[in-house]
């Protein structure tokens, strides 16, 4: 099928372009943001937008009597697994310090999609001494169930790591939500603030000193679903990265120095984190000409090399309509989470007029903001299926996405419960979700840009709290370009 649009790549500049005018990026911002409504857990506030959902999970925590209600369901069931959770908020954190000022009004709802995390992070941390709360709920048991949260009759167990069944990985993820978080809090709320240092610091320290994966201390519990399969020196790095970030304190550049080189990855994900570790230190030798830095200036761009077609390093595949194509299943996480490293670094690159190479290719800044414009703009419908990847946006959307809430009646219009195995009448239908999960960004398309829209379909159909979170940078960057 030809391509509805012209996608050319030349690779000095990398100039794009495309027949369409660029999307709505402000109304995209908006409901990527407004999505987090949609998978929060708990008792929700006066204000809540998505009035389809209600209260759910009021008694989390209480088989081990400790208060671990609220934070966000992972995607479309209703388990929380703080792994990719704690991902969630470092990357939503970190899109409102890069890009805060590009998001007018979207700034404050940014911090309350992160509140809503770091609120139930810090009790997770603070509840009990010498225990790090990391997930509730059985995912085994919910799984066999299609049941709206408000209903859930499934086990809410509890998971923890401790000294001695340690989670390095799952802990220094903690960590850096804690400390990127807290330097989003810093001048709106410096009480806040404070806590979440505070908590990151101690939080890091048990990450540090017991070393170990939290998939072995809490197997399938968590694997297959959220194994920490990069091992857990990842996080250590970007643990580290990011309380050296809110502390300056040179205790945490020691550590970084201490782990040694890194893997040198062509992906970003809550599981690997090593490419936006070298991005997030690369900063210092970027914009300060900090020399303690440079190594992870040039991983940074050995990855970047990886990712930008046609260089003599890439590894990355494309889809014909352009899209970056990592793996099958929820190809459009390492899209967005990329897309954010992209952009980022080109803004680091821009504030100092900086180039590189890769090989023999000249890359300015711009062909790392032509790449990302083009991911951007595929994702809200420049593509070959003409269709907007992001719920609610745009005339043509998924409308049968793979997510317990959206798929089944409203409390308002069906009070009662459906139970356990009640909702698969729903779930085997043709007919679009009842709820408009408005925001949410699915798994995507296949590598040859199509998109069947089947609800059990969920490698593709299946919306996450980590697609959409490292989304709202570029999308802010765009915002502010296009006005």
């Known amino acids: 099928m030809a391509s509805p649009f012209l996608f050319v790549f030349l690779l000095s500049g990398l100039l794009v ?12 911002l908006s409901k990527s943001l407004l999505f987090f409504q949609g998978q929060r857990s708990g008792r929700l506030p006066g204000d809540q ?14 088989s081990a009597h400790v208060d671990l209600t609220g934070g966000y369901y992972d995607a479309g069931d209703n388990v929380k697994f703080n792994f990719p959770m704690a991902f969630t908020t470092t990357m939503l954190s970190w899109s409102s310090l890069e890009y805060g000022k590009k998001m007018g009004p979207e700034l404050q709802n940014a911090r309350e999609a992160i509140r809503w995390a770091t609120d139930y992070l810090l009790k997770c941390a603070r509840a009990t001494p010498g225990k790090l709360y990391v997930g509730v709920g059985d995912p085994n048991g919910d799984h066999k169930c299609w049941e709206r949260p408000e209903d859930m009759d499934t086990p809410r167990t509890v998971y923890s790591v401790s000294p001695s069944n340690p989670g390095s990985d799952v802990a220094a993820e903690t960590a850096a939500a804690l400390a990127a978080s807290s330097m989003v809090f810093r001048k709106v709320d410096p009480k806040y603030s404070r806590l979440l240092l505070a908590t990151a ?7 540090i000193q017991y070393r170990g994966a939290y998939s072995d201390s809490l197997s ?14 990842d996080e250590l790095l970007w643990g580290g990265a990011w309380l050296l970030r809110a502390t300056n304190n040179q205790y945490y550049l020691n550590f970084i120095k201490s782990l040694g080189g890194g893997d040198q990855p062509d992906i970003f994900s809550w599981d690997n984190k090593y490419a936006g570790a070298y991005v997030l230190l690369s900063r210092r030798a970027v914009l300060n000409k900090d020399n303690n830095f440079e190594v992870y200036k040039q991983a940074a761009e050995n990855f970047m090399c990886k990712i930008l077609p046609n260089t003599p390093s890439s590894s990355t595949k494309y889809t ?16 967005t989470s990329i897309t954010f490293l992209l952009t980022t670094y080109a803004k680091y690159m821009k504030s100092t007029k900086q180039t590189f190479n890769c090989g023999n290719s000249f890359i300015a800044p711009n062909a790392l903001i032509n790449l990302s414009k083009l991911q951007v703009d595929y994702i809200l419908g420049v593509n070959p299926m003409k269709m907007s990847y992001m719920v609610g946006f745009g005339s043509s959307f998924p409308k049968r996405i793979h997510h317990r809430g959206s798929s089944l009646p409203s409390r308002a219009v069906r009070s009662n419960s459906l139970g356990c195995s009640g909702g698969f009448q729903s779930f085997r239908t043709q007919n679009p979700n009842p709820n408009i999960l408005a925001g949410a960004i699915v798994g995507g398309p296949d590598r040859n840009d199509q998109y069947p829209d089947q609800r ?9 709290t980590y697609i959409n979170a490292a989304f709202v940078g570029p999308l802010a960057y765009f915002v502010g370009k296009s006005h």
């Not at 610091?201 to 990450?207: D, H, L, R, T």
């Open 17 to 28: 372009r495309n027949t369409y005018a660029g999307p709505n990026y402000r109304e995209a």
């Open 49 to 62: 937008k998505l009035s389809w959902r209600f209260n759910s999970g009021l008694s989390d925590g209480s």
């Open 201 to 207: 610091k101690k939080v890091m320290q048990f990450a």
């Open 220 to 233: 399938s519990a968590v694997c297959p679903f959220y194994c920490s399969y990069s091992g857990y020196k």
């Open 320 to 335: 014909k309509g352009g899209l970056m194509y990592k793996l099958p299943q929820s190809n459009l996480q390492y899209v």
């Open 456 to 464: 059990d379909d969920y490698s593709r159909s299946e919306p996450a």
